[in-house]
């Protein structure tokens, strides 16, 4: 749904360097989930966040990797040092509470490390 | 932790014909189901989703699926493609109560004109 905003929709990184993915979630929802997508495999959750909480980061690589969403503003993934086999699409869904509803996806933030 | 299984990752029609695309998951409890569709370029769709009621889940665009809780299957089905089908299906499960999304691997469809 257009609703999820990701920015960049597509970012390029040297080795080493930082990157800063951007998920706004739609209005109303509280609740955002990071997935990540590698070339011919589906998507993996990473992690789930509601305001100024982490609630599930059971699929987030231990090192390296970090997510948050503060009270305002987007949620933020944050990969430090990146290497090649951080290439991929990250898909950031959010939805309006958690149990029994649909997760509403953006665009997506493809990265490329060279 | 529930798994997700879709076969024939490319999958080559020609316009009218009919489509399956088959999932299978691997879960003990309560799921719910979905079928996600990702035309190229954009974001991914929600296409139907089951959480309960009638097994047979009628979505946008024709397509529907059925629930089969004995064999662990939500299998997509379009009666009749068009060439603005051709996407990427994503099959995808989650733990009732438990909005983390365990996906397939998808299934590449390409509708021939």
């Known amino acids: 749904n257009a609703g999820v905003m990701q920015n960049p929709r597509h970012l390029v990184r040297r080795r080493g360097q930082e990157a800063r993915l951007r998920c706004s979630p739609m209005?109303?929802?509280?609740?955002v989930y990071w997935y990540r997508q590698l070339p011919e495999e589906g998507l993996k959750f990473m992690v789930y966040?509601?305001?100024?909480?982490?609630?599930?980061e059971s699929g987030m690589p231990k090192e390296r990797f970090s997510a948050e969403f503060p009270k305002e503003g987007p949620s933020i993934l944050r990969i430090q040092q990146v290497v090649r086999g951080d290439s991929a699409a990250y898909f950031c869904?959010?939805?309006?509470?958690?149990?029994?509803?649909?997760?509403?996806f953006g665009q997506g933030t493809r990265l490329t490390v060279v | 932790a529930q798994s997700v299984s879709q076969h024939n990752h490319h999958v080559i029609l020609s316009e009218a014909a009919s489509l399956e695309l088959g999932c299978n998951y691997s879960?003990?409890?309560?799921?719910?189901l979905f079928w996600y569709v990702q035309y190229p370029g954009q974001h991914l769709q929600l296409l139907l989703k089951?959480?309960?009621?009638?097994?047979l889940v009628k979505g946008i665009k024709g397509f529907e699926a059925e629930f089969i809780k004995s064999k662990f299957s939500f299998n997509l089905r379009k009666p009749s493609v068009q060439w603005s089908d051709t996407a990427e299906y994503f099959c995808?499960?989650?733990?009732?109560?438990?909005?983390?999304?365990?996906f397939g691997k998808g299934n590449q469809v390409v509708v021939i004109p």
């Open positions: 869904a959010s939805s309006p509470a958690t149990g029994d509803t649909e997760a509403f």
């Open positions: 209005k109303g929802h509280s609740h």
């Open positions: 966040l509601q305001k100024e909480n982490i609630i599930d």
């Open positions: 879960y003990g409890g309560t799921v719910n």
């Open positions: 089951y959480f309960s009621g009638d097994p």
């Open positions: 995808a499960v989650n733990a009732r109560g438990n909005n983390r999304l365990a």
